[in-house]
């Protein structure tokens, strides 16, 4: 038996992806401990510090046919080159196709939570080269002024979005770069180093729950990144980690 102590059914799941699955709660349980980043902590998350680290829910067996698709074509251009000007098209759409239909997204991975956006991880590359990540925004919810340090690829499948772009200054101060941008169910956009890496989003609707699919160039609840207060000053440093948190029993 390749994996001791799984259930008949675990067995039946791709080798790689059962035993990636085995491994991320322990992994990241001893790594961060639960609401390091909550708000009372000097650390400031954008999901408000939730509990992002408990035990995991397994993904789909297996998973979603759409998702399935977007994960092997994206495999398969970082099999050929990571340089973003070549990868980032590919990536974009296969976006755009994943999230062409809403039909396939595990509704464990689209509840919203009242006071936090909850990021729900989705798929996880073998290497950590790249995650999937679904979005989640009650009504009214929305990021601080954050970066990513690694590339994106946001697609949009439920409801509607706002984004705005920002550069921050020498002083410290985040101002608008741009105009402020929309994004409809089927449509998707990029960030990155290069591209444009800081931004604020937003739930554009203000009487349902809107879900976009996320795709970074990175195990991206894992990362350091910053956020930016709006009256300047020095970023602060946040880990988002993952809200795929089961109930404690
Ligand atoms: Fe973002």
Redesign the pocket.
Known sequence: MPYPGLKKDDRRRNDLQTALWQEIPRKLHYSLPLRQYGPDSENDCPTGGQDTLGEYTMPPDPLPSPLQQFVNTVTTALDEGREEARLLPRVGEAMKALVARDNWLDPACARPHPQYYQQYLLYLDPKARFSVVSFVWAPGQQ?PI?D?TVW?C?GMLRGEEREQHYTVAADGIPRPLGEERRLRPGEAVF?SPTLGDI?T?SNAQADQVSISIHAYGGNIGTIQRHVFPPEGGAPKNFVSGYANAATPT
Request: proline content about 0%.
């Open positions: 990021t954050h990513h994106g946001v960030v931004h989003v």
